[in-house]
């Protein structure tokens, strides 16, 4: 399971786009919000043996600043097609998408940190071939000064924070609050977050 697997789920996804009813999601031939929303409601009585994860693609508007539009869909579909295709073999495992950088996926909770790792590994992979060498080089796509402070933004990746068990918060609340955690946690914390109650009450 690799790259090969990701682009080929692309040409098909292209294939498939000349007729846009037949997918909920026409730029990435994901399910859309709403049937997150009601596996979500099937999945969260069974929150440990079953996981959430909530995905984003970071430091995508830097990169948009930088390079420009052109490639946009281009790594919105990559993103898609890899977290798609890693979960693949797990036939209980869904993945979705929530809004234009951010995607949900749900499967059961020994394989969850398996698949996230192996997407953020690809995805990774991909995405050094849409920077210039120099800024490969440095693993920054911005670099300025904030109040004589160094800002260095870095490049594109997978940031994403799963729940491993039921929060102590309403279920109806709960991709709201994972939103604010990925927002909060990704450029000061590692790729992968699992999240607390305290992350889940307070979005820290």
Known sequence: MGLTEAKKYIQKLHKKQDDPYLWPDFLTGLPDRNAIIRKLEDLFPRLGKYSIAYVRISNIHPYLIKYGPDRHAEII???AAILKTTCVKCPKCFVGVLSTHDFVVMCETDRMVKHMKEAGRL?????????????????????????GEDIRIGLLKLTSVIAQEKPKIDKRNLLQQMG?????????????????DSMACTGL
């Open 180 to 196: 604010r955690l990925c927002e909060s946690t990704e450029a000061a914390v590692g790729e992968i977050v699992i999240m607390t």
């Open 123 to 147: 995805f990774e992979k991909k995405m050094k071939t849409f920077y210039s060498a120099e800024d490969l080089r440095k693993k920054t796509t911005l670099s300025f000064k904030r109040e």
């Open 77 to 79: 579909q990559w993103a």
